[in-house]
Every structure is written in structure tokens, then in C-alpha cells.
């Protein structure tokens, strides 16, 4: 908790407090389409900050250069994916400027989103990235992009019965192999994670944190010096950054 209050800088009575606005480091969510369902549309998001990407899985909260995350899901798709419809799915939108860098970002969330209670549904990327939005600018992810995750868990256990039959429907018509047990299985680490308590509680730092003075954190994510803070955060193999360096550059991405 030191270490979160710490991060946050000065008390609730400066703008760096709760997420407000304003401040030198630059924030966009990335958006892509990975799948539709009834009608519903399954999204990945992350945060950047600066020049530096942060998302949530099963690792925990990952670093990494910008869009990083996206281009890698579309490499593990199909092969005959198509170039132009990929860039069309992944989106990236301004959403402001932050007192908070990336750093701090970590540091604050970290506790929140540890390795090992990543769940598809109950705790994803997309609630890291709600979380991440309030934690930087003091907004919320659009609730478009979490419409699946909320339908599923508000309808547990009916809706994970439903969703085991069609993974089984699903893979047994691909593979030709019939599956017996559950695909999906609820995290236990992750049943009961509401990112309205994460929000709470980056309200209570806030409120709680010293009054000094507003925090200057000079960018230290941005150097993504990972060695430095290598309990919360991961470089990935320098071949990974390199195509990710290559890929066209944030302010030049599609965009809402």
C-alpha cells in the first residue's frame, strides 16, 4: 500500500490526484476485434502511455512497445488473415494527457492484477484497462467493449454451461476430436475480482496520499528499463520488440 500511495503522488487536492487530466504524458486505449458472438463483439484492449504499451494476461500486467499485444494476437491467428482487415479491427483512440506515467501506473495496479488470476471472463484485459483509464485521466472504458464478459458472468452458471457446449461444438467440427470436460473453467483466483473495488481503492490512495508535491516521474516507462521494477512488470525478447518498433506508429494508426 506505501508503495501504491507512493506512486500517486500528492494528495487528492492536486491534479494528479484521481486520474484528473492534464500532464505531460500522452494515454490511448488500442482496441481490436477478436470475435463475434450472437450478435456481440469480444474486444482486447490495452493502455499506452507515451510510447509504451501495458495490458493484462495470464503474466499480469505486461510492458511492452506500443500495439505490441495486438499484432502479436493477429500473428497467433490464421495464416490467410488478411493485412487490411486486421489494421481495420485494431483502433486507437486520444483519450487525454496524464499527470501519471506509466511507471506509476504499474506500481498502483500491480497488486490488483498479479500473475496468475487473469480469467477470460471475470478478470481480462479489459477490466485492467478500465482500471488503467481511471488510474491515468479519471474515465472509464465504453462499456461496449466488456458487453460479452458482463453478460457471462451476470448469468453464471447458465452461461458457462452454454458457452462449454459450444467450445466442445466447436473444436470437435475443426479437430474432429470429441471433448468430454469443460474448456472454460472460472478462475477461483478471479471469481470474485470487481474492478469497482480497484476504483474504490485508487480513490481511497488518493485521498490518503501525502500532500508533497505533484509527482515528476521524468517518463521512466517510456525507457522501459523492466530490470528496474522486474516484480511488476516484463520485457518480452528483443526480436518481439523489434517487429512491434516496425509496425507504424501510434499517431498514425486508425483511429475512432
Known amino acids: 500500500a506505501s508503495q501504491a500511495k507512493a506512486a500517486m503522488g500528492s494528495s487528492s487536492s492536486s491534479p494528479a490526484a484521481r486520474g484528473r487530466p492534464g500532464g505531460p504524458h500522452q494515454v490511448w486505449v488500442v482496441s481490436t476485434e477478436i470475435l463475434k458472438v450472437a450478435g456481440l463483439t469480444g474486444f482486447h484492449t490495452s493502455i499506452v502511455v507515451d510510447e509504451q504499451e501495458f495490458f493484462f494476461d495470464r503474466e499480469g500486467i505486461m510492458a511492452a512497445p506500443p500495439l505490441w499485444s495486438h499484432i502479436a494476437g493477429r500473428a497467433k491467428g490464421s495464416a490467410s488473415s488478411n493485412s487490411a482487415d486486421d489494421s481495420a479491427r485494431t483502433q486507437t483512440t486520444l483519450i487525454g494527457t496524464s499527470h501519471h506515467s506509466g511507471k506509476s501506473l504499474v506500481e498502483v495496479l500491480s497488486p490488483f492484477f498479479e500473475k496468475g488470476t487473469y480469467d477470460i471472463f471475470y478478470k481480462n484485459c479489459n477490466t485492467f484497462t478500465d482500471a488503467a483509464m481511471y488510474f491515468l485521466t479519471g474515465t472509464r472504458l465504453d462499456a461496449k467493449f466488456n458487453r460479452i464478459e458482463r453478460l457471462v458472468t451476470s448469468t453464471n452458471p447458465v452461461s458457462t454451461r452454454l458457452l462449454n457446449r459450444i467450445f466442445r461444438a466447436f473444436v470437435q467440427h475443426t479437430t474432429g476430436t470429441v471433448v468430454d470436460g469443460d474448456i472454460y473453467t472460472t478462475n477461483p483466483e478471479a471469481e470474485d475480482f470487481s474492478v469497482d473495488d480497484v476504483i474504490a481503492n485508487i480513490d481511497e490512495l488518493a485521498a490518503d496520499s501525502d500532500d508533497d508535491e505533484d509527482e515528476s516521474d521524468d517518463d521512466g516507462a517510456a525507457e522501459s528499463d523492466c530490470s528496474a521494477d522486474s516484480r511488476n512488470r516484463c520485457c518480452y525478447a ?19
Do not use: I, N, Q
Open 238 to 256: 528483443a526480436s518481439s520488440s523489434r517487429r512491434a518498433r516496425e509496425s507504424p506508429l501510434l499517431p498514425a494508426a486508425r483511429r475512432r
